[in-house]
């Protein structure tokens, strides 16, 4: 059996965009990280915001404790959002490098993905090695999930597992008897909305058809207040598997972004990056493509996509929610780019007073940004 050891999984370069290379893992004691040790020009390749010794990391096993401490950088070491002089890392945590980011994780050996499901963080390894468990003499499976969650991609790995040479069928309570007498996966969105009619059919159901469900409501909590059906759930006994909401996978989001944003579009900035890395994805998927929707259209013309842009709808939702297992702090933006400030200086023509309302900062404080970045505008 493998065991978990401390990793820095490398997520977004503002000069490389999304990074999707091995997981860093750190040795026990201390290991500098910065440009000129080494590895670091790999590391942090492009960075210019990294200094030559940057941070260190003190590890110890038994438990694990793990310590990033800042060595008097130019530019700070951020810990979710947070600029630290040093930092106990739990499982989950954002680390921000100059303009290079990390999500810290306790990872276990590598994993062969057979399932054909993307993605690293740890909760979805686990559901990929649940669907490799998964087999075609038990061709019921019921996903779980959050309100918002696209179930499709898993969905579409259990059909592969379970029906490898069959087709996939959507039913509704009105197609479902057609649907179980043939042979393709019947795919029953939202079961704990099913009629007493669908139910007992389902329930009656032994042909051929494979079954996979899914539901985004607590079904136990239903179970037990007697509105969802025992034998039914009991159907998909050893075969449940929860799909990981987007909070849980934050080594996953910024491809996510960059693939939902598409080719047309601007960069967006560090800044953004960090927020939508640090945002909660209350309303999971449906959520992210809403705001992806919104930076593309909204940032058209713009030369960088920045986190006003998104603020309104993101505002007061940067904190982790009360079940996420991330380090609960007070997450703060830090100081605004170049790009960010000429952004929203654009955006709000100029003016400085608008700007410094939408960063929720004084109008001297404001100033003092643009001219310590070297912007000009009639105020300054």
């Given at each position: 059996?493998?065991?978990?050891?401390?990793?820095?999984?490398?997520?977004?370069?503002?000069?490389?965009?999304?990074?999707?290379?091995?997981?860093?893992?750190?040795?026990?004691?201390?290991?500098?990280?910065?440009?000129?040790?080494?590895?670091?020009?790999?590391?942090?390749?492009?960075?210019?915001?990294?200094?030559?010794?940057?941070?260190?990391?003190?590890?110890?096993?038994?438990?694990?404790?793990?310590?990033?401490?800042?060595?008097?950088?130019?530019?700070?070491?951020?810990?979710?959002?947070?600029?630290?002089?040093?930092?106990?890392?739990?499982?989950?945590?954002?680390?921000?490098?100059?303009?290079?980011?990390?999500?810290?994780r306790l990872l276990e050996g590598v994993e062969e993905n057979s399932?054909?499901?993307?993605?690293?963080?740890?909760?979805?390894?686990?559901?990929?090695?649940?669907?490799?468990?998964?087999?075609?003499?038990?061709?019921?499976?019921?996903?779980?999930?959050?309100e918002g969650a696209d179930f499709d991609p898993v969905v579409e790995?259990?059909?592969?597992?379970?029906?490898?040479?069959?087709?996939?069928?959507?039913?509704?309570?009105?197609?479902?008897?057609?649907?179980?007498?043939?042979?393709?996966?019947?795919?029953?969105?939202?079961?704990?909305?099913?009629?007493?009619?669908?139910?007992?059919?389902?329930?009656?159901?032994?042909?051929?058809?494979?079954?996979?469900?899914?539901?985004?409501?607590?079904?136990?909590?239903?179970?037990?207040?007697?509105?969802?059906?025992?034998?039914?759930?009991?159907?998909?006994?050893?075969?449940?598997?929860?799909?990981?909401?987007?909070?849980?996978?934050?080594?996953?989001?910024?491809?996510?972004?960059?693939?939902?944003?598409?080719?047309?579009?601007?960069?967006?900035?560090?800044?953004?990056?960090?927020?939508?890395?640090?945002?909660?994805?209350?309303?999971?998927?449906?959520?992210?493509?809403?705001?992806?929707?919104?930076?593309?259209?909204?940032?058209?013309?713009?030369?960088?996509?920045?986190t006003d842009l998104v603020s309104p709808r993101l505002r007061g939702?940067?904190?982790?929610?009360?079940?996420?297992?991330?380090?609960?702090?007070?997450?703060?933006?830090?100081?605004?780019?170049?790009?960010?400030?000429?952004?929203?200086?654009?955006?709000?023509?100029?003016?400085?007073?608008?700007?410094?309302?939408?960063?929720?900062?004084?109008?001297?404080?404001?100033?003092?940004?643009?001219?310590?970045?070297?912007?000009?505008?009639?105020?300054?």
């Amino acid at each position: 059996m493998s065991v978990a050891s401390p990793h820095l999984v490398p997520v977004y370069s503002r000069t490389r965009g999304v990074l999707d290379g091995e997981a860093l893992r750190v040795a026990d004691g201390e290991t500098i990280l910065g440009r000129e040790v080494d590895g670091g020009e790999q590391l942090f390749a492009g960075d210019t915001m990294v200094s030559r010794q940057h941070a260190e990391l003190r590890v110890s096993a038994d438990p694990w404790r793990i310590e990033i401490m800042d060595l008097e950088s130019k530019n700070g070491t951020f810990v979710n959002g947070r600029s630290l002089p040093s930092q106990f890392l739990v499982d989950g945590d954002l680390v921000r490098i100059g303009d290079t980011f990390f999500v810290f994780r306790l990872l276990e050996g590598v994993e062969e993905n057979s399932s054909g499901l993307s993605g690293r963080a740890p909760s979805l390894i686990r559901l990929r090695k649940q669907i490799d468990q998964l087999s075609v003499h038990r061709p019921w499976v019921l996903l779980t999930g959050v309100e918002g969650a696209d179930f499709d991609p898993v969905v579409e790995a259990v059909h592969r597992q379970i029906n490898p040479e069959g087709s996939l069928q959507d039913a509704t309570a009105a197609s479902l008897p057609s649907a179980l007498g043939g042979v393709a996966t019947v795919v029953v969105r939202n079961i704990d909305l099913l009629g007493p009619k669908a139910t007992t059919l389902l329930m009656e159901h032994r042909g051929l058809a494979p079954i996979i469900a899914t539901s985004t409501r607590d079904l136990e909590a239903k179970l037990g207040a007697g509105v969802f059906d025992a034998g039914l759930y009991e159907r998909f006994a050893g075969s449940v598997l929860r799909v990981p909401p987007l909070r849980e996978r934050r080594e996953d989001l910024p491809a996510m972004i960059v693939q939902l944003l598409g080719d047309d579009v601007p960069s967006p900035t560090t800044d953004l990056i960090e927020t939508l890395l640090l945002y909660g994805w209350g309303g999971d998927m449906e959520e992210l493509v809403n705001v992806a929707s919104d930076l593309r259209v909204r940032g058209s013309g713009l030369d960088a996509l920045m986190t006003d842009l998104v603020s309104p709808r993101l505002r007061g939702s940067l904190s982790p929610g009360p079940e996420d297992s991330m380090t609960q702090v007070e997450i703060r933006r830090p100081v605004p780019s170049r790009p960010d400030l000429e952004g929203l200086l654009a955006l709000h023509d100029d003016d400085v007073d608008a700007v410094a309302e939408a960063l929720g900062r004084s109008r001297m404080q404001v100033l003092a940004w643009i001219q310590q970045v070297g912007l000009k505008t009639e105020d300054s």
